[in-house]
């Protein structure tokens, strides 16, 4: 973003401005919306955005605590004395109006990109062909919706000569808004296809809510092999007087037509345009590679250069890894990698994901980087740029690998080593010299930096459950929808978080601000705290031996019984403390832990009141059926049981207190219950009793170790208990029981998925290793096989072995690595 004045920030935000005498800042040059990646000394304004899930309003005070002066609201009642405002009618309407206004201020280029599949790739593959020549500045990521479009504008500025953004859209009327925030001056529409198709009547009118993107624009690419495309687009651009930059595959009337000749492991594509022929090879064979590299060529076509030059470019792109990897490593370290590309916006995101694993300063914070390239900006401005930024993110050491970033090692001022080349590195690699600390592994594509992660990666069995992130932000998302925007969510972090692996999931939450999380047992809230983990920790199971361990990690208990009350009372006066936090637990018909009787409740309302030693956070009750509609007059019943319980307690105590009963099924069936607070467990992990869109967040996965053929009258595995029918094709596979996979999937009750087909398991499952049935497949050795994940659902195999999710999702043992992915 160029910079502005404030005047001007806000004219262009359409705003009133109420300036603070005690404000020093007076210009700005970048807009902030997340609170958490807000960083001293940037000129930043922070735009309070309201979203489905959130409200930046209640960032304000303590964003100005750390030292945010400027803001953009829509709520007059967030404004203060202690920082400038400028108040809006809606904030997300300001954010783009301020990128429309960015925008216009520049003349180069910019590419608008749409349609249903393909945008980021196009953008990243035009990015790699055309960054030899043009300097270029692109969304980062996937940001292409109503937020991410205005952010990926915003970064433009004097530097660049050349703009390309991709647009999403979910519902009509949107493209108006992020055509007006893009104004792209040559379109690209990639296809269409079913996706976000809920919010539009037909296909033809989200295709004509799409072409909205490319209304100024002076030339269109499109492929018109779809008649729907064909149609539509032809008649957009006679309308609109557009360039058509049209093209096939088919031998369709085009301005260009192209021919694609498939090889084992690349494409050869001819393209035919006016009186010329072009042939360029692709390294890849699929179909949607080939149309996204025909889009590509036919752009290239459209400039005034002779496209020859950038025809040996092609050979060389990539795929796209949109995902980060972070992974156990060597010495109690977290590897972050990301081995894609290595520019200055997707760093930054890389930076925000190893925050949150670092949770707040408690490990080190370490990256290897390469060198980066084809930015086009000056190399000594670019590494400067570089050392700021990890200075903003609190990095605590840098090894640069590369000439390049090793030439530049003066721009950098924190703790900092450099190598010319990976092979330099690796000879002098120290394992002692990573201890306790997030790395993020971070190289452009042909340094080859997963071997560097080979190097610091915990040696792991083959045998894995991949945990996904977003997944999991998406499900905590669908939940805080259902509830009001105050109600605390308490998430259920017990049995290593159900199992999806411990304090990396337990750091995610902290950094989406949850207000509570439990475990079942003192050890488990310890683990936490030794991580990192500062927001408040429940213990549903004190026992008296962890008393002390409670006191000293500021652990919160679950006092269920006068004796536990009068023990643990003891044990904070022997440290000489007051006010200590509990939350007190009444049985409303579980019959598990609780107070059930009244008399109980008086003992302990009465020895609560005879001294100051603890104070009563929250009440609570657990619901034993909320999850079946045959037990809902039950559930009732326990409802006002607590409603009784609760305002017995409430009155005899002058402070308020929170009460709560809902766990994951309740939240979904009984809204209106949720009080103030609610307890989430095995929704957070993707399993809903009501059909929400919750997405899988864990996969479990091996790779078959030996592929083998048997005869008709062989067996397979112990007992001899796997028959084959005629001759078969068996795979070994390195996971058994030992790794949680239930033994009553054994002789073909159990599926895997492999390579697209789903195959039965073989015989009796051992130990550690099992026999797949691949008959009729291609499967080989090496190739990934799925037990449960997108393809097989963790209820179809509870259901199998005649259980349910939860024992399946804490089942799997701890032998079995956890590794955790996130866009
Ligand atoms: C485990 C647990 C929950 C969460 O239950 P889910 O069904 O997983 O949502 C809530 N409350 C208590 C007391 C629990 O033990």
Redesign the pocket.
Known sequence: MHTLSLTELAAAVKGRLFVSPTVTQSIISKAVTDSRTYFKGSNPVFFALIGPSNNGHRYILQLQEKGMQVFVVSDKSAINKKGTFILVDNTKTALQNLAAFTRNRFKYPVIGITGSNGKTIIKEWLHDILSSEYKIVRSPKSYNSQVGVPLSVLLMNDEFDLGIFEAGISEPGEMKNLEEIISPNIGVLTNIGDAHQENFVSTEQKLNEKLQLFKNCKSLVFRTDNDLINRQANEFCKKHKIEKINWTLENRETAIRFSAERNTDNTQITAFYKDKTFKFTIPFTDDSAIENACHCFAYLLALPENPEKYISKFAQLQPIAMRLEIKQGINNCLLINDYYNSDLNSLTIALSVLQQQAAKEHLHKQVILSDIQQTGLDKEFLYKKVDELFRQWGIDRVIGIGPDISAHKNAFTIDAEFYHSRADFEERFLRNKFNSSVILIKGARQFEFEKISGLLQQKAHQTVLEINLNALINNLTVFKNLLKPETKI?V?V?AFS?GSGDVEIARLLQYQNVDYL?V?VADEGVQLRNAGITVPIIV?NPEQNSFQNIIDYHLQP?IYSLELLVNFTKAVSVNGLQNFPVHL?IDTGMNRLGLKTKHEISEIINSLKASNRLTIQSV?S?LAG??DPELDEFTHHQFEQFEKCFEFISKSFPYKIDRHI??????ERFPEKQYNMV???????G?SQTDLPLENIGTLKSTISQVKSVKTNETVGYNRKGKVNGRSKIAVVPIGYADGLDRKLSNRNGQAFVNGNRVPIIGNICMDMLMLDVSGTNAKPGDTVEFFGPNISITELAEKVGTIP?EILTGISQRVKRIYVQE
């Open positions: 308490m259920m017990k159900y439990a079942a549903m679950n637990k609570f657990h909320s999850d809902l766990n994951s099924a309740g939240i307890r989430l467990g095995i929704g957070l992990y399993i939860y």
